[in-house]
């Protein structure tokens, strides 16, 4: 798995580039992309909320998107 291991290198080396504060905002938005993009593959709503049950671990929970604010100054 050639690109796997390339991907955990460059994540390792991104981790070592920002904060872990940084990495962690980056890898949480790439996992809700992919499952929102997942659910919407499957015909599902993607705008409720998402549970994914973590069975003898803990639950994941995505919830709706944030409705849109104006810009602050």
Same mark, same amino acid.
């Given at each position: 798995?050639?690109?796997? *291991?390339?991907?955990?290198?460059?994540?390792?080396?991104? +981790?070592?580039?920002?904060?872990?504060? *940084?990495?962690?905002?980056?890898? =949480?938005?790439?996992?809700?992309?992919?499952?929102?993009?997942?659910?919407?593959?499957?015909?599902?709503?993607?705008?409720?909320? +998402? =549970?994914?049950?973590?069975?003898?671990?803990? *639950? +994941?929970? +995505?919830?709706?998107?944030?409705?849109? =604010?104006?810009?602050?100054?």
């Amino acid at each position: 798995m050639k690109a796997h *291991d390339e991907f955990v290198e460059a994540f390792d080396r991104f +981790i070592q580039e920002v904060s872990i504060a *940084d990495a962690m905002s980056v890898a =949480t938005g790439l996992f809700v992309s992919l499952v929102v993009s997942w659910i919407e593959l499957k015909g599902e709503d993607p705008s409720k909320k +998402i =549970t994914i049950n973590g069975g003898d671990q803990r *639950d +994941i929970t +995505i919830h709706a998107q944030k409705p849109a =604010t104006g810009s602050q100054s």
